[in-house]
């Protein structure tokens, strides 16, 4: 199975901060890579596909960046409703649809 | 608008089975994949696999090979995860979700989750 490893585990911000969380492949995966979001108590919800394009109805503030097998999720600007937990997906096996173990990012 | 309505949740014991039910209403059922994704307390996501009904075969994570069953009934718009000889480690709460896409790649609809939990 393709292993997604994300840096760092946890993060503490501030309100108006920019973040940036990676997410490194074991091997090649080209441009599958999805990023999903999920609040306490919630399922996730997709932001980014395709290492890069927004999802129906998220935020411009969100953007995504890489290929091959590094990626990386940018916040531009953090909002009160960002802090959550965050979590790459890879795409690129069929057979296999491998998650990262997880960013919580975290009010400073 | 597609939803996802998945079965209540279950007190299992060791040893024994359980079967999660995912409902989809809204867009056609057969042509998307349906994928069961589990997260144990305080943990991260594990996808577990998925099926997408036209084609039949599911797709399983190495982990639960042999282990998990996934199907799905066409004629009700509903899937299937049957998890057997259960362990205190499968208590989680275990999604189903499709995809928006014929491709499958991604994760776009969401069922509200089935707390499973597995205690002697």
């Known amino acids: 199975d393709i292993q997604l490893t994300q840096s760092p585990s946890s993060l503490s911000a501030s309100v108006g901060d920019r973040v940036t969380i990676t997410c490194r492949a074991s091997q090649s995966i080209s441009t599958f890579l999805n990023w999903y979001q999920q609040r306490p108590g919630k399922a996730p919800n997709l932001l980014i596909y395709d290492a890069s394009t927004l999802g129906s109805g998220v935020p411009s503030r969100f953007s995504g960046s890489g290929s091959g097998t590094d990626f990386t999720l940018t916040i531009s600007t953090l909002q009160p409703e960002d802090f959550a937990t965050y979590y790459c997906?890879?795409?690129?096996?069929?057979?296999?649809?491998?998650f990262g173990q997880g960013t919580k990012l975290e009010i400073k | 608008q597609v939803l996802l309505v998945q079965s209540g949740a279950e007190v299992q014991k060791p040893g024994s089975s359980v079967k999660v039910s995912c409902k989809a209403s809204?867009?056609?059922?057969?042509?998307?994949?349906i994928n069961w994704v589990r997260q144990a307390p305080g943990q991260g996501l594990e996808w577990m696999g998925a099926i997408t009904p036209i084609f039949g075969a599911p797709n399983y994570g190495q982990k639960f090979q042999g282990r998990v069953t996934i199907s799905a009934d066409e004629s009700t718009s509903t899937a299937y995860l049957d998890v057997s000889s259960l362990r205190s480690e499968d208590t989680a709460i275990y999604y189903c979700?499709?995809?928006?896409?014929?491709?499958?790649?991604?994760?776009?609809?969401w069922g509200q989750g089935t707390l499973v939990t597995v205690s002697s």
């Open positions: 979700a499709r995809s928006n896409s014929v491709t499958g790649r991604t994760l776009d609809y």
């Open positions: 997906q890879q795409s690129y096996s069929t057979h296999s649809r491998t």
């Open positions: 809204g867009g056609r059922f057969s042509s998307y994949a």
